[in-house]
């Protein structure tokens, strides 16, 4: 069956897994999820293609299933994008009003006048997140379209990527079949599947750990402020279990999921674990926490790494709250290790809507990323984000772009 245009495909492309979700709004406006499908990744490291042919395969494979499971024909995509090489800044822009009130086509050009940074060639924008407006130095303006002023400014959240990096996203999905719709940050994802409206209000942090990338995003007043990607993540745990126990990896990433702990206190030292031997050698035993002293370091510098960084964001003591996701958050007690280190409270993330269909089988923080994609995709207001043109796109697209800004901006006005 043909895709319906209303019908959304997430597509979380990851260092461990290749994620497909499509879903569409249900009947009373929850999310309908019609189909999911699961490859194994072994095209990327640390969020970045490597591999072109793998992350293909991958990627069909995945989507493949998710088709087979809705009965439909995908043809776009939204997908995730991550790694290390993600940046964050803060813009300012400012613009004289020449008209008795502000239009929205003042509103365009002061956003346009925002993106007027020095950036490397080898960089493009990804997002770019109003945080406010001023009109005649008056702050904390929401909407400004209609008021009246002779200078109007903007404080704006500027995401940019490497330009390779999305590039060879775009080849390997267009070489699988598919054409991209949309490139979204992935912790900017993960937060509308994972988050309460009220803990972005008072504000949350936001830490997502994967296997090549640990992924925050910092919320206060139901606005994005700050965004991060660090390189240490699940798959170091892994390699660490396997470095230290001389196991496959395989192996170590099955023990790291089935007896794993991230804190030794909390671990049964009594609890002895079998460890198959290499090459038809004797297995091999090793006692729950002595496995959990293999952990816990590494569990402990993501944290830490994480809390430096919010730290250095300028918005830590602004902090209510910590939500871990991903498929690291669900190593054993890795909530009382975030406890401690981020002195917040913390909860661990699944995906908090209510929906229909499969909606179970994805409702896991393993897969917070792929259903963020879909209710970024469904969500008229999109936390105000506005998407610059892609780079090597068609820049006849701009305007429509910022068209499209105004309508998400509206709906998000109207939810504060």
């Not at 409206?197 to 994967?210: H, W």
Request: charge should be negative; hydrophobic fraction near 40%.
């Amino acid at each position: 069956m043909a895709m319906d245009d209303q019908i959304i495909v997430g597509l979380d492309i990851g260092t461990t897994k290749v994620c497909a979700v499509v879903a569409e709004s249900g009947q009373y406006g929850e999310i309908n999820v019609l189909g999911m499908g699961i490859a194994e990744s072994k095209g990327l490291n640390r969020g970045v293609v490597i591999n072109i042919d793998r992350t293909v395969a991958s990627i069909q494979k995945a989507i493949h299933a998710a088709e087979r499971a809705a009965d439909v024909e995908v043809q776009n995509v939204i997908v995730g994008i991550a790694g290390d090489h993600i940046k964050s800044s803060l813009s300012r822009g400012v613009i004289t009003i020449s008209n008795p009130e502000i239009t929205e086509g003042d509103v365009k050009r002061l956003l346009e006048d925002t993106t007027r940074v020095a950036m490397p060639p080898d960089r493009e924008i990804l997002h770019i997140i109003p945080q406010e407006f001023s009109v005649d130095g008056q702050d904390g303006v929401l909407d400004p379209v209609g008021m009246s002023g002779v200078r109007l400014e903007a404080n704006v959240h500027i995401i940019t990527g490497l330009v390779s990096a999305a590039k060879n996203i775009d080849r390997c999905i267009e070489k699988a079949g598919y054409h991209v719709s949309d490139v979204v940050l992935e912790p900017l994802a993960s937060s509308y599947s994972v988050l309460y409206p009220d803990e972005m209000v008072a504000g949350v942090a936001l830490i997502d750990i994967g296997g090549g990338t640990t992924d925050i995003a910092i919320f206060e007043d139901h606005r994005i402020r700050h965004t991060a990607v660090i390189a240490v993540a699940g798959n170091h745990v892994t390699e660490d279990i396997r470095n230290w126990l001389g196991v496959m990896r395989s192996q170590a990433e099955q023990l790291k999921c089935k007896f794993g702990c991230a804190m030794v206190d909390h671990s049964d030292s009594n609890d002895e674990i079998k460890i198959p031997g290499l090459g038809g050698r004797p297995e091999k035993t090793i006692s729950s926490g002595a496995l959990a002293q293999i952990i816990q370091p590494r569990m402990q510098e993501i944290l830490e790494i994480a809390d430096l960084e919010i730290r250095r964001s300028g918005n830590g003591k602004h902090l209510q709250a910590a939500v871990l996701t991903g498929g690291g958050s669900l190593i054993a007690h890795t909530k009382d290790l975030a406890d401690e280190v981020l002195g917040l409270d913390t909860r661990v993330g699944s995906p908090t809507k209510q929906g229909s269909g499969l909606w179970e089988e994805v409702s896991d923080p393993k897969y917070a990323t792929g259903t963020g994609l879909v209710l970024y995709g469904l969500s008229p207001n999109n936390l105000g984000d506005i998407r610059r043109e892609r780079i090597g796109g068609d820049k006849g697209n701009k305007e429509s772009g910022f068209t499209k800004f105004f309508s998400r901006m509206k709906g998000w006005f109207d939810e504060l």
